[in-house]
């Protein structure tokens, strides 16, 4: 017992992130779908009411010009969700972090940015915060779908993530209850090395073009790390990663700088401009 006790505690050495290849993406909203599922949120029948909606898994459809016309169109899908923050210089949290009252957001040692919808008190400080607009609020109380005969989402509700009340924000948190399950099996199966525990979210395990890669940036045998390193690898509205080493160390120190650890990859020049607002 106190062998495992001493292991448990082992430094977590990972930093979770994640890379999307826009080139890969379809548009399936698969993703989507499933991380709603894993997490509990609502599938709405007639989703286009916007409010009502609730999911932190966006999957936007885009075009290279408004006024284009065929054969010129050329379409892709941008996933937004939580970027995971690691914040940087003078304060190194993530800015919704640093304005919750009554830290129901926070980070772990493995980077991940946590959310407990039942410790939010709904301020909607974190919402002002992010600068991703990552976070989404819960107007409405959630309604399952309840069929009669045959299976209805509210039997698939997992037990492992609570469900989100009304007047509750909301946000992906890299799935992390799947990786706290896969170390508490570890540690019953006497791996006791809390690195030894690898996972993927929802997303990325159900993407079925492989367009979500999931993985530890420390690690830079991972692909995920490799990925981040890419030439076509991008980080949402980021364009200081291209700046001189001095500037990036003056834009470091801004209050709240975001330093997200999602990485973006295309090869297309029109959706890299409209990733970085050039
Ligand atoms: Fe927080 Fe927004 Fe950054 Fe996510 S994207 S860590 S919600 S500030
Ligand atoms: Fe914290 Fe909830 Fe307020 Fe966000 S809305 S700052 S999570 S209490």
Request: aromatic fraction near 8%; glycine fraction near 4%; charge should be positive.
């Amino acid at each position: 017992m106190n062998e495992i006790k001493k292991e448990y505690k082992s430094k977590m050495k990972r930093k979770w992130g994640m890379a999307i290849d826009l080139d890969k993406c379809t548009g399936c909203g698969q993703c989507s779908l499933a991380c709603s599922q894993e997490n509990n949120m609502p599938v709405l029948k007639d989703d286009s009411y916007n409010p009502q909606r609730v999911s932190f898994m966006e999957v936007m459809k885009v075009i290279n010009d408004r006024d284009v016309k065929y054969p010129d169109v050329n379409v892709a899908y941008i996933l937004k969700m939580c970027q995971q923050c690691a914040g940087d210089g003078l304060k190194p949290i993530p800015p919704c972090v640093s304005v919750c009252l009554v830290v129901a957001t926070d980070v772990g040692d493995d980077g991940v940015v946590s959310q407990i919808w039942s410790r939010c008190i709904g301020c909607r400080y974190c919402m002002s915060a992010c600068p991703y607009e990552a976070r989404v609020f819960n107007w409405w109380k959630p309604e399952y779908d309840k069929r009669k005969n045959g299976p209805s989402f509210i039997d698939s509700l997992n037990p492992d993530v609570s469900v989100a009340s009304r007047g509750t924000v909301v946000k992906c948190t890299f799935c992390s209850h799947i990786w706290k399950k896969e170390r508490d099996k570890a540690v019953a199966a006497g791996k006791l090395d809390i690195n030894d525990v690898l996972y993927k979210p929802a997303c990325a395990a159900s993407c079925p073009t492989g367009a979500i890669v999931f993985g530890d940036l420390n690690d830079p045998t991972s692909e995920v790390a490799k990925l981040s390193k890419d030439k076509r690898a991008m980080r949402l509205v980021h364009t200081i990663d291209e700046k001189s080493a001095e500037e990036q160390a003056k834009w470091r120190k801004i209050k709240n700088y975001a330093n997200p650890k999602v990485y973006y990859l295309s090869s297309k020049q029109w959706i890299r401009d409209m990733m970085r607002f050039k």
